[in-house]
């Protein structure tokens, strides 16, 4: 069974920085890939980084290009989003989702619909 848990979400200053945690089951993590998508009030469910098993190539969304960082750790079966010089826009619910087939390209993950397994998100909001 595919689980995801995502944690390290707060509340942080503007310029802030942030480190998102999802740590996934055994066949998430070997097969296909992980997204990070971010979701704020009143607005459409954004994808925003994606990393795939085979190659570990990261890839972003344009809107977040040079702040975000994601990155994979095989021992503890664990994805990560670092993220800095938060900006208010960065405030959302942001989840991470898993998909066997999938294959990250492009700019990211676009369709939240391409992922078949979700974690429960974590809040992140930014404010002075």
């Known amino acids: 069974q595919v689980q995801l848990v995502e944690s390290g979400g707060a509340l942080v200053h503007p310029g802030g920085s942030l480190r998102l945690s999802c740590a996934a089951s055994?066949?998430?993590?070997?097969?296909?890939?992980i997204a990070w998508f971010r979701q704020a009030p009143g607005k459409e469910r954004e994808g925003v980084s994606c990393?795939?098993?085979?190659?570990?190539?990261?890839y972003y969304a344009d809107s977040v290009k040079g702040r975000f960082t994601i990155s994979r750790d095989d021992a503890k079966n664990t994805v990560y989003l670092q993220i800095n010089n938060l900006k208010p826009e960065d405030t959302a619910v942001y989840y991470c989702?898993?998909?066997?087939?999938?294959?990250?390209?492009?700019?990211?993950?676009?369709?939240?619909?391409?992922?078949?397994?979700w974690g429960q998100g974590t809040q992140v909001t930014v404010s002075s």
């Open positions: 989702a898993a998909d066997p087939d999938y294959y990250c390209s492009g700019d990211g993950p676009d369709n939240p619909r391409d992922f078949t397994s």
């Open positions: 055994k066949f998430a993590f070997d097969y296909g890939a």
């Open positions: 990393i795939s098993s085979s190659d570990n190539v990261p």
